[in-house]
């Protein structure tokens, strides 16, 4: 039972640098989100989305791009990597986003950029 | 603006109780969650609370009062394992979950 997978799990990147983190959920679920964990901070809501096809911004959406294409998976970019965007990243996943349904997360990605 | 408040760090003996506490201010409530996170790891669903009282689950209860804004998550028998942090999250009125910084608990033998 794989939940959310996230890859890669580690990351170092030059400035100016692009790349894509992957998540992939086995669930079924309709709602995808792309969090930032950074130190002494509360997860903080990049982008998410409510179903195929369909993204939206979170709190802090400048410097990233997604897209949700297959139910399955939901994809973060970077498309020109600065420092403050070092960070750990957390894909969840939930089969609806209103009242009791948890989110389940992936195992994060360190991403690291110099 | 939202804000979620918990404590920084806590530490507590093994097979003791501790109380984790969370002050919220929120645009809308739709209801709390408590997750545990192990040091490089994923946070994992402990439990939700929407409605004022007590929700026990095993060794660990949390607590809701909306009117007061405060919720509470409390661990019995305390174990070397517990060693981890503990996030305290609302669902705003929009359905999107507002996260506090977490609270690390150490647990010494």
């Known amino acids: ?114 | 603006g939202q804000n979620i408040d918990q404590p920084t760090e806590m530490t507590a003996t093994e097979g003791a109780i501790v109380q984790i506490n969370c002050t919220y201010q929120t645009s809308g409530f739709n209801g709390l969650f408590w997750y545990q996170q192990h040091a490089g790891e994923a946070p994992t669903f402990l439990s939700y609370n929407v409605l004022d009282g007590l929700e026990e689950k095993g060794r660990f209860s949390s607590f809701l009062s909306r009117s007061k804004g405060y919720s509470y998550l409390l661990l019995k028998e305390l174990q070397m394992k517990d060693s981890a942090s503990y996030l305290c999250a609302v669902m705003d009125s929009n359905y999107q979950l507002i996260w506090g910084a977490g609270t690390k608990l150490i647990i010494k033998p």
Request: proline share 4%.
């Open chain 1, 1 to 114: 039972n794989a939940g959310v997978t996230q890859t890669p799990k580690f990351r170092v990147l030059k400035t100016g640098q692009s790349m894509t983190l992957l998540c992939a959920q086995d669930m079924n679920h309709e709602y995808m989100y792309w969090y930032r964990q950074d130190p002494g901070m509360g997860l903080r809501l990049i982008h998410y989305s409510v179903g195929e096809g369909t993204t939206a911004k979170g709190e802090v959406p400048d410097g990233y791009n997604v897209s949700r294409l297959k139910k399955q998976n939901f994809l973060l970019g970077l498309e020109s990597a600065a420092p403050s965007q070092t960070s750990v990243y957390f894909c969840a996943s939930s089969y609806q986003a209103d009242s009791n349904q948890p989110q389940h997360f992936g195992d994060g990605t360190r991403l690291s950029i110099l």
